[in-house]
Protein backbone atom coordinates (compact mmCIF):
# COMPACT_ATOMS: atom_id res chain seq x y z
CA UNK A 1 0.00 0.00 0.00
CA UNK A 2 1.11 3.40 -1.03
CA UNK A 3 2.43 6.13 1.91
CA UNK A 4 -0.49 8.23 2.72
CA UNK A 5 -0.79 11.42 1.06
CA UNK A 6 -1.39 13.37 4.17
CA UNK A 7 1.87 12.39 5.68
CA UNK A 8 3.67 13.13 2.14
CA UNK A 9 1.24 16.99 1.72
CA UNK A 10 2.41 17.56 5.44
CA UNK A 11 6.24 16.61 5.34
CA UNK A 12 6.08 18.58 1.86
CA UNK A 13 4.92 21.70 3.70
CA UNK A 14 7.79 20.91 5.99
CA UNK A 15 10.13 21.55 3.39
CA UNK A 16 9.02 23.74 1.38
CA UNK A 17 9.25 26.10 4.57
CA UNK A 18 12.92 25.70 4.57
CA UNK A 19 14.40 28.39 2.48
CA UNK A 20 17.13 26.39 0.74
CA UNK A 21 17.94 29.13 -1.93
CA UNK A 22 21.02 27.75 -2.94
CA UNK A 23 22.93 30.71 -2.34
CA UNK A 24 22.18 29.96 1.30
CA UNK A 25 23.16 27.15 3.58
CA UNK A 26 20.57 23.99 3.32
CA UNK A 27 22.08 22.36 6.75
CA UNK A 28 18.25 23.40 8.91
CA UNK A 29 16.85 21.13 6.17
CA UNK A 30 19.54 18.34 6.38
CA UNK A 31 18.99 18.78 10.43
CA UNK A 32 15.45 18.34 9.57
CA UNK A 33 15.58 14.90 7.36
CA UNK A 34 18.44 13.45 9.45
CA UNK A 35 15.97 13.71 12.56
CA UNK A 36 13.20 12.40 10.38
CA UNK A 37 14.99 9.24 9.59
CA UNK A 38 16.51 8.58 13.01
CA UNK A 39 13.19 9.05 14.39
CA UNK A 40 12.39 5.95 12.26
CA UNK A 41 16.05 3.78 13.10
CA UNK A 42 17.31 4.99 9.99
CA UNK A 43 20.86 6.12 10.23
CA UNK A 44 22.31 8.73 7.76
CA UNK A 45 25.66 9.77 6.51
CA UNK A 46 26.44 13.55 5.25
CA UNK A 47 28.86 14.69 2.95
CA UNK A 48 29.29 18.47 4.15
CA UNK A 49 31.15 20.99 2.75
CA UNK A 50 35.09 21.76 4.13
CA UNK A 51 33.24 25.28 6.08
CA UNK A 52 30.04 23.13 6.98
CA UNK A 53 27.65 25.58 5.12
CA UNK A 54 25.97 22.45 3.35
CA UNK A 55 25.59 18.97 2.94
CA UNK A 56 24.74 16.08 1.40
CA UNK A 57 23.16 13.13 3.03
CA UNK A 58 23.10 9.49 1.92
CA UNK A 59 21.24 7.09 3.68
CA UNK A 60 20.53 3.17 3.40
CA UNK A 61 17.20 0.71 4.35
CA UNK A 62 17.96 -2.73 4.17
CA UNK A 63 20.70 -5.23 3.65
CA UNK A 64 23.74 -3.56 3.77
CA UNK A 65 26.00 -5.86 1.70
CA UNK A 66 23.96 -6.06 -1.38
CA UNK A 67 23.86 -2.87 -4.19
CA UNK A 68 21.27 -1.48 -3.71
CA UNK A 69 18.24 1.00 -6.02
CA UNK A 70 18.80 4.75 -4.88
CA UNK A 71 16.20 7.22 -5.05
CA UNK A 72 18.00 10.87 -5.74
CA UNK A 73 16.86 14.72 -5.22
CA UNK A 74 18.52 18.09 -4.30
CA UNK A 75 17.24 20.10 -1.54
CA UNK A 76 18.25 23.68 -3.29
CA UNK A 77 15.75 25.90 -4.86
CA UNK A 78 16.02 28.99 -7.21
CA UNK A 79 15.61 32.15 -5.85
CA UNK A 80 11.89 34.17 -5.70
CA UNK A 81 13.83 37.59 -6.23
CA UNK A 82 11.84 39.66 -9.00
CA UNK A 83 8.72 37.06 -9.28
CA UNK A 84 5.33 38.21 -8.26
CA UNK A 85 4.16 35.27 -6.14
CA UNK A 86 0.26 35.30 -5.04
CA UNK A 87 1.31 34.13 -1.47
CA UNK A 88 4.27 33.20 0.34
CA UNK A 89 6.46 31.17 -1.30
CA UNK A 90 7.81 29.07 1.74
CA UNK A 91 4.61 28.64 2.94
CA UNK A 92 2.66 25.50 0.89
CA UNK A 93 -0.56 26.50 -0.08
CA UNK A 94 -3.40 24.08 -1.27
CA UNK A 95 -5.74 25.18 -3.69
CA UNK A 96 -7.72 23.48 -6.46
CA UNK A 97 -5.81 20.20 -6.62
CA UNK A 98 -2.58 21.92 -6.66
CA UNK A 99 0.28 22.47 -4.33
CA UNK A 100 1.68 25.69 -4.07
CA UNK A 101 5.41 26.94 -2.87
CA UNK A 102 8.63 27.46 -3.86
CA UNK A 103 10.29 24.24 -4.98
CA UNK A 104 6.94 21.99 -4.57
CA UNK A 105 7.76 21.02 -8.06
CA UNK A 106 11.43 21.35 -8.15
CA UNK A 107 11.67 18.85 -6.34
CA UNK A 108 10.67 18.52 -2.69
CA UNK A 109 7.67 16.93 -3.42
CA UNK A 110 9.93 14.01 -4.39
CA UNK A 111 11.93 14.26 -1.31
CA UNK A 112 8.67 14.34 0.51
CA UNK A 113 7.22 11.21 -1.24
CA UNK A 114 10.86 9.36 -0.33
CA UNK A 115 10.39 10.80 3.15
CA UNK A 116 7.07 9.49 3.08
CA UNK A 117 8.00 5.95 2.22
CA UNK A 118 10.71 5.50 5.20
CA UNK A 119 8.16 3.66 7.59
CA UNK A 120 6.79 1.29 4.85
CA UNK A 121 10.19 0.49 3.35
CA UNK A 122 11.50 -0.21 7.22
CA UNK A 123 8.45 -2.63 7.77
CA UNK A 124 9.45 -4.20 4.64
CA UNK A 125 11.64 -7.46 4.33
CA UNK A 126 13.62 -5.73 1.86
CA UNK A 127 16.05 -8.04 -0.35
CA UNK A 128 17.64 -5.27 -2.21
CA UNK A 129 18.49 -2.20 -0.01
CA UNK A 130 16.80 1.10 -0.70
CA UNK A 131 19.59 4.29 -1.04
CA UNK A 132 17.98 7.57 -0.11
CA UNK A 133 20.16 10.64 -1.56
CA UNK A 134 20.01 14.13 -1.09
CA UNK A 135 22.22 16.74 -2.79
CA UNK A 136 22.66 20.55 -2.64
CA UNK A 137 23.87 23.25 -5.23
CA UNK A 138 21.73 21.34 -8.02
CA UNK A 139 20.65 24.58 -9.54
CA UNK A 140 24.14 25.85 -9.81
CA UNK A 141 25.20 23.75 -12.24
CA UNK A 142 25.04 20.09 -10.50
CA UNK A 143 27.74 20.71 -8.05
CA UNK A 144 27.16 19.84 -4.86
CA UNK A 145 26.49 16.37 -5.60
CA UNK A 146 29.47 15.34 -6.73
CA UNK A 147 31.78 15.06 -3.54
CA UNK A 148 28.93 12.55 -2.54
CA UNK A 149 28.90 10.95 -6.33
CA UNK A 150 32.74 10.45 -5.25
CA UNK A 151 32.30 9.01 -2.36
CA UNK A 152 30.18 6.16 -4.20
CA UNK A 153 32.12 2.70 -3.57
CA UNK A 154 34.11 4.39 -0.79
CA UNK A 155 32.84 5.61 2.39
CA UNK A 156 29.33 4.98 1.11
CA UNK A 157 28.02 1.90 -0.89
CA UNK A 158 27.78 2.31 -4.67
CA UNK A 159 24.16 2.05 -6.02
CA UNK A 160 23.15 -0.37 -8.26
CA UNK A 161 20.68 2.28 -9.93
CA UNK A 162 19.63 5.24 -9.03
CA UNK A 163 16.16 6.62 -9.78
CA UNK A 164 16.54 10.88 -10.05
CA UNK A 165 12.78 12.38 -9.19
CA UNK A 166 13.67 15.77 -11.36
CA UNK A 167 9.85 16.48 -12.31
CA UNK A 168 9.20 14.52 -15.46
CA UNK A 169 5.00 14.08 -15.11
CA UNK A 170 6.55 10.37 -14.05
CA UNK A 171 7.50 9.47 -16.97
CA UNK A 172 10.89 7.73 -18.01
CA UNK A 173 13.37 9.86 -19.35
CA UNK A 174 16.34 8.20 -20.96
CA UNK A 175 18.62 11.17 -22.08
CA UNK A 176 19.14 14.78 -21.44
CA UNK A 177 21.69 17.58 -22.97
CA UNK A 178 24.10 18.72 -21.28
CA UNK A 179 25.66 22.11 -20.64
CA UNK A 180 28.96 23.70 -20.66
CA UNK A 181 28.86 27.21 -19.49
CA UNK A 182 31.76 29.92 -20.22
CA UNK A 183 32.48 33.66 -18.21
CA UNK A 184 34.24 35.57 -20.68
CA UNK A 185 36.35 39.31 -18.89
CA UNK A 186 37.46 41.62 -21.75
CA UNK A 187 40.22 44.42 -20.58
CA UNK A 188 40.58 47.75 -22.58
CA UNK A 189 42.17 50.89 -21.74
CA UNK A 190 40.00 53.45 -20.67
CA UNK A 191 40.02 57.03 -22.16
CA UNK A 192 37.75 60.02 -22.78
CA UNK A 193 34.75 59.54 -25.17
CA UNK A 194 35.64 62.05 -27.39
CA UNK A 195 39.55 60.93 -28.29
CA UNK A 196 38.44 56.92 -28.66
CA UNK A 197 41.64 56.14 -30.74
CA UNK A 198 43.43 56.72 -27.47
CA UNK A 199 41.61 54.00 -25.91
CA UNK A 200 40.85 50.44 -26.63
CA UNK A 201 36.88 49.94 -26.10
CA UNK A 202 36.31 46.50 -24.67
CA UNK A 203 32.16 46.27 -25.63
CA UNK A 204 33.18 47.01 -29.45
CA UNK A 205 35.60 43.74 -28.68
CA UNK A 206 32.66 41.50 -26.43
CA UNK A 207 30.56 42.74 -29.74
CA UNK A 208 33.16 41.07 -32.19
CA UNK A 209 33.19 37.82 -29.92
CA UNK A 210 29.48 37.84 -29.48
CA UNK A 211 29.19 37.81 -33.12
CA UNK A 212 31.54 35.16 -33.20
CA UNK A 213 28.94 33.19 -31.26
CA UNK A 214 26.27 33.47 -33.32
CA UNK A 215 28.24 32.33 -36.45
CA UNK A 216 29.01 29.02 -34.28
CA UNK A 217 25.31 28.92 -33.32
CA UNK A 218 24.70 29.03 -36.68
CA UNK A 219 26.60 25.94 -37.66
CA UNK A 220 25.46 24.38 -34.76
CA UNK A 221 22.35 24.39 -35.98
CA UNK A 222 23.10 23.26 -39.34
CA UNK A 223 25.36 20.05 -37.30
CA UNK A 224 24.42 16.91 -36.04
CA UNK A 225 20.67 16.69 -34.78
CA UNK A 226 18.45 14.00 -32.70
CA UNK A 227 14.26 14.69 -33.00
CA UNK A 228 14.60 13.30 -29.80
CA UNK A 229 15.24 16.51 -28.27
CA UNK A 230 13.37 20.27 -28.77
CA UNK A 231 15.75 21.94 -29.86
CA UNK A 232 17.20 18.77 -32.08
CA UNK A 233 20.34 20.41 -32.13
CA UNK A 234 23.42 21.72 -29.43
CA UNK A 235 22.48 24.90 -28.93
CA UNK A 236 24.29 28.14 -28.24
CA UNK A 237 23.27 31.48 -26.43
CA UNK A 238 24.75 34.46 -24.72
CA UNK A 239 23.20 34.42 -21.14
CA UNK A 240 25.07 37.05 -19.26
CA UNK A 241 26.33 40.94 -20.47
CA UNK A 242 27.91 43.83 -18.36
CA UNK A 243 30.04 46.68 -19.43
CA UNK A 244 31.04 50.04 -19.34
CA UNK A 245 31.48 52.80 -16.44
CA UNK A 246 29.56 55.95 -17.85
CA UNK A 247 28.57 58.08 -21.39
CA UNK A 248 31.70 59.59 -21.48
CA UNK A 249 33.88 56.71 -20.75
CA UNK A 250 35.91 54.45 -23.61
CA UNK A 251 35.16 51.12 -21.75
CA UNK A 252 37.93 49.12 -20.02
CA UNK A 253 35.82 46.35 -19.09
CA UNK A 254 33.07 43.96 -20.86
CA UNK A 255 32.40 40.38 -19.18
CA UNK A 256 29.24 38.59 -20.25
CA UNK A 257 28.48 34.42 -20.43
CA UNK A 258 27.76 32.17 -22.57
CA UNK A 259 26.93 28.35 -22.77
CA UNK A 260 25.54 25.48 -25.03
CA UNK A 261 23.70 22.75 -24.25
CA UNK A 262 25.13 19.62 -26.02
CA UNK A 263 23.53 16.67 -27.23
CA UNK A 264 24.83 13.23 -26.31
CA UNK A 265 27.81 12.61 -27.58
CA UNK A 266 28.60 15.74 -28.36
CA UNK A 267 32.50 17.21 -27.97
CA UNK A 268 32.18 20.38 -26.29
CA UNK A 269 35.85 20.79 -26.73
CA UNK A 270 35.68 21.91 -30.44
CA UNK A 271 33.21 24.47 -29.88
CA UNK A 272 35.36 25.78 -26.66
CA UNK A 273 38.86 25.67 -29.05
CA UNK A 274 36.89 27.61 -31.77
CA UNK A 275 36.20 30.40 -29.41
CA UNK A 276 39.86 31.17 -28.16
CA UNK A 277 41.36 30.51 -31.21
CA UNK A 278 39.21 33.42 -32.67
CA UNK A 279 39.89 35.80 -29.27
CA UNK A 280 43.34 35.01 -30.06
CA UNK A 281 43.84 35.46 -34.15
CA UNK A 282 40.77 38.35 -34.17
CA UNK A 283 40.82 40.16 -31.32
CA UNK A 284 44.04 40.02 -29.00
CA UNK A 285 46.12 41.30 -31.49
CA UNK A 286 44.87 44.22 -32.82
CA UNK A 287 43.58 45.25 -29.12
CA UNK A 288 47.78 45.06 -27.42
CA UNK A 289 49.25 46.54 -30.57
CA UNK A 290 48.11 49.94 -28.87
CA UNK A 291 47.62 48.86 -25.18
CA UNK A 292 50.02 45.87 -24.42
CA UNK A 293 48.07 45.48 -20.61
CA UNK A 294 44.61 44.67 -22.84
CA UNK A 295 43.17 41.43 -22.98
CA UNK A 296 41.18 38.65 -23.22
CA UNK A 297 40.15 36.15 -20.11
CA UNK A 298 38.08 33.11 -21.14
CA UNK A 299 36.92 30.74 -18.11
CA UNK A 300 34.80 27.44 -18.57
CA UNK A 301 32.40 28.00 -15.46
CA UNK A 302 30.56 24.64 -15.05
CA UNK A 303 30.22 21.79 -16.92
CA UNK A 304 27.12 19.15 -16.75
CA UNK A 305 27.81 15.99 -19.09
CA UNK A 306 24.92 15.02 -21.26
CA UNK A 307 22.78 11.98 -20.49
CA UNK A 308 21.81 8.83 -22.27
CA UNK A 309 21.02 6.45 -20.38
CA UNK A 310 23.58 2.95 -19.53
CA UNK A 311 21.90 0.39 -22.87
CA UNK A 312 23.33 -2.42 -20.91
CA UNK A 313 22.16 -1.59 -17.50
CA UNK A 314 18.53 -2.80 -16.09
CA UNK A 315 17.69 0.93 -15.18
CA UNK A 316 15.18 1.45 -18.09
CA UNK A 317 13.66 -1.43 -18.28
CA UNK A 318 12.60 -1.38 -14.80
CA UNK A 319 11.86 2.05 -14.71
CA UNK A 320 9.50 1.74 -17.43
CA UNK A 321 8.17 -1.61 -16.00
CA UNK A 322 7.53 0.17 -12.38
CA UNK A 323 5.85 2.89 -13.93
CA UNK A 324 3.48 1.04 -16.19
CA UNK A 325 4.96 2.37 -19.63
CA UNK A 326 6.52 1.49 -22.73
CA UNK A 327 7.91 4.70 -24.11
CA UNK A 328 11.63 6.83 -22.66
CA UNK A 329 12.01 10.39 -23.28
CA UNK A 330 14.62 13.18 -23.62
CA UNK A 331 14.59 16.42 -21.99
CA UNK A 332 16.97 19.27 -22.96
CA UNK A 333 17.38 20.12 -19.40
CA UNK A 334 20.20 18.82 -16.87
CA UNK A 335 20.13 16.52 -13.93
CA UNK A 336 22.40 14.48 -11.98
CA UNK A 337 21.69 11.38 -13.34
CA UNK A 338 24.71 11.91 -15.57
CA UNK A 339 26.66 12.40 -12.61
CA UNK A 340 25.52 9.58 -10.41
CA UNK A 341 26.31 7.47 -13.95
CA UNK A 342 29.92 8.53 -14.57
CA UNK A 343 30.39 7.25 -11.34
CA UNK A 344 29.83 4.52 -11.52
CA UNK A 345 25.55 3.50 -11.14
CA UNK A 346 23.22 3.48 -13.88
CA UNK A 347 20.92 6.12 -13.67
CA UNK A 348 17.10 7.29 -14.95
CA UNK A 349 15.43 10.29 -14.82
CA UNK A 350 11.65 9.82 -13.27
CA UNK A 351 9.61 12.21 -11.09
CA UNK A 352 6.48 14.08 -10.03
CA UNK A 353 5.44 17.42 -11.69
CA UNK A 354 6.19 19.11 -15.34
CA UNK A 355 9.16 20.64 -15.88
CA UNK A 356 6.95 23.97 -16.83
CA UNK A 357 6.35 24.66 -13.34
CA UNK A 358 9.67 24.62 -12.27
CA UNK A 359 11.35 28.00 -11.24
CA UNK A 360 8.40 30.03 -12.37
CA UNK A 361 6.36 32.34 -9.60
CA UNK A 362 3.56 30.97 -8.31
CA UNK A 363 5.50 27.18 -8.59
CA UNK A 364 2.74 24.19 -7.96
CA UNK A 365 2.91 20.43 -8.50
CA UNK A 366 -0.63 18.47 -8.83
CA UNK A 367 -1.13 16.67 -5.73
CA UNK A 368 -2.23 13.92 -8.00
CA UNK A 369 0.94 13.50 -9.10
CA UNK A 370 2.04 13.23 -5.49
CA UNK A 371 -0.35 9.91 -5.77
CA UNK A 372 1.41 8.76 -8.62
CA UNK A 373 4.93 8.95 -7.52
CA UNK A 374 3.70 7.45 -4.22
CA UNK A 375 2.30 4.38 -6.35
CA UNK A 376 5.54 4.17 -8.27
CA UNK A 377 7.67 4.11 -5.38
CA UNK A 378 5.43 1.29 -3.37
CA UNK A 379 6.00 -0.73 -6.60
CA UNK A 380 9.74 0.04 -6.01
CA UNK A 381 9.41 -1.17 -2.59
CA UNK A 382 7.22 -4.40 -3.84
CA UNK A 383 10.52 -5.05 -6.34
CA UNK A 384 13.02 -4.59 -3.91
CA UNK A 385 11.22 -7.05 -1.58
CA UNK A 386 11.35 -9.56 -4.31
Not at 27 to 47: F, K, M, N, P, Q
Not at 52 to 68: E, N, Y
Not at 319 to 331: D, P, S
Request: net charge negative; aromatic share 6%; hydrophobic share 45%.
Amino acid sequence: MAADIATTKALLADLVGFDTTSHKSNIAIIDYIEAYLARHGVTSARVPTADGLKASLFATIGPVDVPGIALSGHTDVVPVTGQAWDTDPFNLVERDGRLYGRGACDMKAFLACMLAMVPQLKARALKVPVHLAFSYDEEVGCTGVRPMVAELGKSLPLPRMVFVGEPTSMSVVDAHKGPMRWQVEVTGRAAHSSMPHLGVNAITYAGRLIAELARMEDDLKAGARSARFDPPYTSLQVTELSGGTAPNIVPIICTFGWEIRRLPGFDGSAVDARFRAFAASQCVPEMQRLAPETGIKIDITNEVPSFSADETSEVVPLALKLAGQNETFAVCYATEASLFQAGGAPSVVIGPGSIAQAHTANEFIAVSEIEKCLAFLDRVANWAEG
